[in-house]
């Protein structure tokens, strides 16, 4: 564990951006905490099993951070998956059940899997949580369902606020940035539902959670172009999807934990 948290600080120092990042340091973290605030207690007690007293939300972005470590780059496809536009949901689940394994869809399922094993070391139960936690997030950054030609948006250049970047960091890091919460504030802030509610937002699969990124990652492309100026009229439009995805990816990630270790 000591040697998980010295790479851990070092590498979060060094870290840059890249296709495979989802949601920024802040989003990870919020859907983290939402998770963590609806486990099971025997889900609680089991992962405090692996990873001590500490929260979710500190190795959220673990898997971020580990990119920049040469032993870890065959994981850098495991955040994201590339599929064509605007299909409809029985040609989508199509494209995710041909894909390589070596992609988002496919490692949550490899993943929960490993997590359920008895025989795992210490270490690598801890990595696969921590992957878990981290590529189910993605999931809910629509981008990481997008496109190969432009790397998720990579390469659709914008402006937000008059800094020039591109539409995939808007949607990794500055919408949920802009709104200056921490991670637990924007917890608290989303983390308000119904039982009855929070499991209508549970039920489905991974192929159905996906989908619902998919459709926001295609309306997402078809509102933006090369060049854009964004400035207030951008968040104030997209900010339900926004805060919609950051607690589907919370909630949907303590449903997958609860029954990993029930």
């Known amino acids: 564990m000591k040697s998980f948290l010295k790479l851990f600080c070092l590498l979060a120092a060094i870290h840059t951006t890249s296709y495979s990042f989802g949601w920024g340091t802040t989003g990870h973290r919020i859907i983290a905490e939402i998770a963590e605030r609806n486990l099971s207690r025997k889900a609680k007690k089991e992962i405090k099993k692996i990873i001590?007293?500490?929260k979710l939300a500190y190795w959220a972005n673990w898997p971020d951070f580990i990119?920049?470590?040469?032993?870890?780059?065959?994981a850098d496809s495991w955040h994201y998956v590339n599929i064509p536009g605007n299909l409809p949901f029985e040609t989508f689940v199509t494209e995710l059940k041909n894909s390589s394994e070596e992609n988002l869809y496919k490692r949550i399922f490899i993943l929960a899997d490993d997590l359920k094993k008895g025989n795992l070391s210490a270490e690598k139960k801890q990595q696969c949580l921590y992957f878990l936690i981290h590529i189910l997030g993605d999931a809910h950054q629509?981008?990481?369902i997008g496109r190969a030609d432009d790397?998720?948006?990579n390469k659709?250049?914008?402006e937000w606020f008059g800094?020039?970047?591109?539409?995939h960091t808007v949607w990794d890091s500055k919408l949920v940035d802009y709104e200056k919460y921490s991670y637990t504030e924007y917890a608290d802030v989303l983390n308000v539902l119904s039982k009855k509610q929070i499991?209508?937002?549970?039920?489905?699969?991974p192929e159905t959670w996906l989908f619902d990124s998919y459709t926001i990652s295609n309306a997402i492309y078809d509102g933006v172009k090369n060049g854009d100026?964004?400035?207030y009229g951008y968040p104030y439009l997209h900010k339900q999807h926004v805060e919609q995805q950051l607690l589907k990816g919370g909630l949907r990630l303590s449903k997958v934990l609860n029954e990993i270790f029930k």
Not at 67 to 74: E, G, I, L, Q, V
Not at 163 to 167: A, G, K, V
């Open 163 to 167: 800094e020039r970047t591109n539409i």
């Open 67 to 74: 990119k920049s470590d040469k032993n870890f780059k065959y």
């Open 156 to 158: 659709i250049t914008v």
């Open 199 to 205: 499991r209508a937002i549970q039920e489905g699969t």
């Open 151 to 153: 790397l998720g948006g």
């Open 229 to 231: 100026h964004l400035k």
């Open 142 to 144: 629509p981008l990481h």
């Open 52 to 54: 001590g007293n500490q």
